[in-house]
């Protein structure tokens, strides 16, 4: 084994095809440098160019290229400094004449075990820049990639975002879920906005995401919710699932406990449970499908018959209702009819002609329109079962069913 396997697979070339052509250690030995384990490439064209008394010149491969991994594992280490990170991977470019002529000699030499010279940059400076920063490599999840253009000298870092996983409540019905730019300026800033570039003057993300920035010093944000609440819509009980997302962090390590403070000090939002997490949770956050519980009040025509309307309630708990796409919706929805089931309905208090009810929904549940109908677009609804048109005043979130 060992060395023997590199010379039993260059034992398989025919090195007389490189006439006139000269090759460096490295450029030699990564003909078969998938041959043996635990030598360098160098290594093992030492090893070739002893064996078959291969000459010595300027390679014909690389052109001097592979002399200067110290200096590209110089200028990582620099662009790397201002940067918090437990874990890189290095990536390259090379000129497209180096891997043309690499490839062509591959197949000139039928070379079976060749490793591109790509693999050895990455490899080499890799080596040379976890030893310098005493960072390690992470090939599935680096925290930043370095990216090293060998034509250009010139190192482009690839950040990995941050991601934290937290429960917010949502306690104003004047704010959004998630920064709502203003759609006739793109955020700009115009009269339709008040020079805002947005809709709102902040939302839970903003809220979540201000102090989390000033730790990091990300570049932008991003909530991704378990679903959204309208905006005139509270989010209370136990709160609603996000990760947020930061971009760019300058610094990884975040000091949750100011987080919490900062936003439960808002009187706007409050959050809990916040850790850190991964871009996996937000795909599985996406892709819940968790029933939620509402309270809503809502107020009739006509004062309360609290024996008929409980009998409504008691058709419509348990119902599995049709509802075409509501008109309050349908400037970006699709028309279409979904099916969803009301898991229970119930009724908290009635006065006058107004009533708070309790509702359980599948997720994806129109609950506005389960309750007033929508002018018939949902089947059954309360008001057609209590045959009493009434409108919804407010329509509050107080259960997320994602804990099971
Ligand atoms: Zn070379
Ligand atoms: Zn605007």
């Known amino acids: 084994m060992g060395i023997d396997a590199v010379l039993a697979a260059a034992q398989a070339i025919d090195w007389s095809l490189l006439g006139e052509r000269t090759l460096c250690d490295a450029c030699l030995g990564r003909l078969v440098g998938k041959a043996g384990h635990g030598f360098a490439n160098a290594e093992r064209g030492r090893a070739i160019r002893n064996a078959y008394g291969l000459p010595d010149g300027p390679c014909w491969v690389c052109g001097g290229l592979l002399k200067e991994i110290p200096k590209f594992a110089d200028l990582v280490v620099a662009k790397l400094e201002t940067w918090d990170y437990r874990t890189f991977l290095i990536g390259s470019k090379v000129d497209p004449e180096i891997t043309n002529r690499e490839e062509g000699l591959w197949a000139e030499l039928r070379a079976a075990h060749a490793e591109p010279i790509k693999a050895e940059i990455n490899r080499e400076v890799g080596k040379l820049v976890a030893a310098r920063t005493g960072k390690e490599v992470d090939f599935l999840r680096p925290d930043i990639a370095g990216l090293v253009d060998t034509q250009y000298d010139v190192v482009e870092l690839e950040v990995a975002p941050l991601f934290l996983y937290g429960r917010y409540r949502k306690l104003s019905r004047d704010i959004p879920q998630t920064r709502w730019p203003c759609r006739r300026c793109r955020g700009k800033g115009c009269d339709h906005c008040g020079g805002r570039g947005k809709m709102y003057e902040t939302s839970v993300e903003e809220i ?197």
């Open 208 to 404: 979540v995401a201000a102090e989390v920035m000033k730790q990091t010093g990300g570049s932008g944000h991003a909530l991704h919710g378990m679903g959204r609440e309208d905006v005139d819509a509270l989010m209370l009980g136990n709160g609603r699932p996000f990760v947020l997302e930061i971009s760019r962090p300058k610094q990884r390590t975040v000091d949750l406990a100011p987080v919490t403070e900062a936003v439960n000090h808002s009187g706007l939002a409050e959050v809990e449970g916040l850790r850190h997490s991964s871009r996996e949770e937000v795909v599985a956050i996406k892709e819940d499908r968790a029933d939620k519980t509402y309270r809503a009040r809502i107020r009739f025509a006509t004062p309360v018959d609290v024996a008929k309307l409980k009998g409504a309630i008691a058709a419509l708990a348990g119902a599995r209702i049709a509802q075409r796409t509501p008109v309050r919706v349908s400037h970006r929805r699709a028309d279409l009819v979904r099916e969803r089931v009301l898991r229970d309905v119930s009724l908290v208090e009635a006065e006058g002609r107004e009533a708070i009810l309790l509702v359980t929904a599948e997720a994806g549940t129109y609950v506005k329109e389960a309750l007033h109908g929508d002018a018939g677009r949902t089947e059954p609804s309360l008001a057609g079962l209590y045959g009493t048109p009434c409108e919804v005043l407010a329509l509050d979130v107080v259960r997320i069913h994602d804990e099971g």
